[in-house]
């Protein structure tokens, strides 16, 4: 048990003994290391229930405290009723030790939920090349899926094709119009269709491919075959450019599936079995009022055509049949006011809870203060393939992440392309290489430092003390992160951490140079201190390698000014 449990399960017990069984103890550690280690509001939490004042009961807590036995050097009240708590300095360095044993572990629940969760995202229409909005998206639902593994989750990621619908048609017609060209044919992209260069590449393709064929079908079944041909092939890219950008999906789940399964069909005939469908104006509609939308939904057009609200109603009562307990889908900006409706519906199946919406926000793309707006390919908006080729996966993915999804976002180009330390994801990534020189120089494999033989406390600095500290929140950062599904807080978090590690290998060093702050001459000393480059280096490459991003051993470097 560690010192946090050791210290919570005190807390608990001193509680039950005050008269207060079965509650929680929280805690959290300060903002402001000069107020301690940790620190608890459990004399606030009990106030109401006990009908005391919160100082009096947070003075009969540390009455009735075994701090020595939780590791604790002092504890004080503070403000209307806080515990602040200061850890003894071999408690610390202790953590050091369980960091570096626990290794790829660090960070991660120590047992599953039982939880089973899915995350739904990109999600685009085979009609083209994934953008970089559809890539910020990618790399948002990547590292919340990630987060909610890493928490003792069973979690699947899946994407949505759209393969149904008007788009779909006009993408058989613009790749006919680009075909019967190339044969020497006069035709125009029809109204709504598709002109990026794209079309064209495509265009010849499926001539090379299929040439006799295509020559001897009617117009109707060329477009048609030309649809098929058209969404299997963008399907296919779309798949290789998220592999590239790092994201692999665990399926595919397309719309026409819907429609051949029949589960608009069954999932209307529920939501008339629970009364919650009428007729009115020709069409079928929902009672989404009585969950909290605005205004009733319609299901069915007065034409007996689907509006885009039942299948959708129906993909997401398919994901609970399919066995899971929540679902998380991560949409665009323009699907905002989309958000009520779903939820309602899902309500009125009975899964009020089910359902969480991350919304992501548009990307502009900024180089020398001017924002890109053509891409070479894609005509009226840059892809995601272009960026990611440009500035690098890791780079792309980081800056996708560093900002909350549902913020604005200026992508910065010239940032992104600096090699210097300027650049946020370099300065992490930076930080790990050094460590991993360090070692080199020292002519030892990291991964069997037999830390237990290291007399961690010669590791008496501040600057040492605070960095183990540091280290030791890594697994309540995660935590707090998938709970908010905020992968940005890790990525604040490792900006932190690399700062506070070029403060401990640089200070009093004139050289810069990181092997002098670590190699010291004193055997004990040197032993000690490549424990903690070896705990650092865990926590950076497990933090990495979490948002999907490369922890590298080797790095070309370019000094900040």
């Known amino acids: 048990m560690n010192p946090i449990e050791r210290l919570r399960a005190q807390l608990e017990r001193v509680a039950a003994e005050l008269g207060a069984e079965g509650t929680a103890a929280q805690l959290e550690r300060p903002r402001n290391p000069e107020h301690g280690d940790l620190a608890t509001n459990l004399a606030m939490t009990l106030a109401g229930r006990l009908r005391r004042p919160p100082r009096l009961i947070a003075d009969q807590i540390l009455e009735r405290l075994s701090l020595a036995e939780a590791g604790v050097a002092a504890a004080e009240v503070a403000g209307a009723g806080f515990i602040n708590f200061r850890l003894a300095g071999g408690v610390v360095q202790g953590q050091l030790l369980h960091i570096v044993k626990a290794d790829r572990d660090f960070g991660r629940a120590a047992a599953p939920t039982g939880q089973r969760w ?40 899946e994407f949505y094709v759209n393969d149904a619908g008007v788009q779909i048609g006009k993408l058989g017609e613009s790749l006919d119009a680009r075909w019967r060209e190339l044969q020497g044919q006069s035709a125009s992209i029809p109204d709504g269709g598709y002109h990026g260069s794209y079309v064209t590449e495509l265009a010849r393709q499926v001539d090379a491919e299929q040439h006799e064929r295509l020559a001897s079908l009617d117009a109707d079944a060329r477009v048609a075959f030309l649809k098929d041909w058209g969404v299997a092939a963008l399907e296919r890219e779309q798949d290789e450019t998220l592999r590239a950008f790092g994201v692999r999906m665990d399926s595919y789940y397309p719309e026409s599936r819907v429609y051949q399964e029949k589960l608009v069909e069954t999932t209307l005939q529920e939501l008339a079995a629970r009364g919650l469908t009428y007729e009115g104006e020709g069409a079928l509609w929902l009672r989404t009022t009585d969950f909290g939308d605005d205004k009733d939904r319609v299901l069915v057009k007065s034409d007996g055509t689907y509006t885009y609200f039942a299948p959708d109603i129906a993909y997401h009562r398919d994901k609970i049949g399919r066995g899971f307990d929540h679902g998380i889908d991560i949409w665009g900006a323009d699907h905002h006011g989309y958000v009520p409706r779903m939820k309602a519906a899902l309500a009125a199946l009975g899964h009020p809870e089910f359902l969480t919406v991350e919304i992501v926000q548009m990307v502009r793309i900024v180089r020398g203060g001017e924002e890109v707006k053509m891409s070479k390919r894609a005509g009226d908006f840059v892809t995601l393939r272009e960026l990611f080729e440009e500035t690098g996966a890791d780079v792309a993915r980081y ?22 330390e300027k650049n946020p994801v370099y300065k992490v990534q930076y930080a790990h290489a050094r460590l991993a020189s360090i070692f080199r120089k020292a002519g030892l494999d990291p991964a069997a430092l037999e830390a237990q033989n290291a007399d961690l406390t010669r590791l008496t600095l501040r600057v040492e003390q605070d960095l183990i500290k540091q280290l030791d929140r890594f697994p309540d950062v995660v935590t707090r992160a998938a709970e908010g599904r905020s992968p940005h807080l890790v990525c604040e978090y490792l900006e932190e951490t ?26 004990a000393l040197r032993a000690a201190r490549l424990v903690l480059a070896r705990g650092i280096q865990v926590v950076l490459r497990n933090g990495l390698e979490l948002l999907g991003l490369t922890a590298p051993d080797r790095m070309e470097r370019e000094e900040t000014a």
Do not use: C, K
Not at 143 to 157: D, K, N, P, T
Not at 405 to 419: E, I, R, V
Not at 504 to 520: C, M, Q
């Open 118 to 157: 899915q995350v739904e995202f990109v999600s685009a229409n085979p009609t083209g090349p994934l953008h970089v909005a559809h890539g910020r998206g990618a790399a948002l639902g990547d590292a919340i899926a990630s987060l909610l593994q890493w928490s003792g989750h069973e979690v699947e990621r």
């Open 399 to 420: 800056f996708f992440l560093m900002r909350r999804g549902d913020a604005q976002m200026l992508f910065d180009l010239d940032l992104a392309l600096d090699h210097s």
């Open 498 to 523: 690399s700062g506070m590690v070029n403060s401990w290998y640089h200070g009093g060093n004139p050289s810069r140079n990181p092997e002098l702050a670590v190699l010291v001459g004193d055997p």
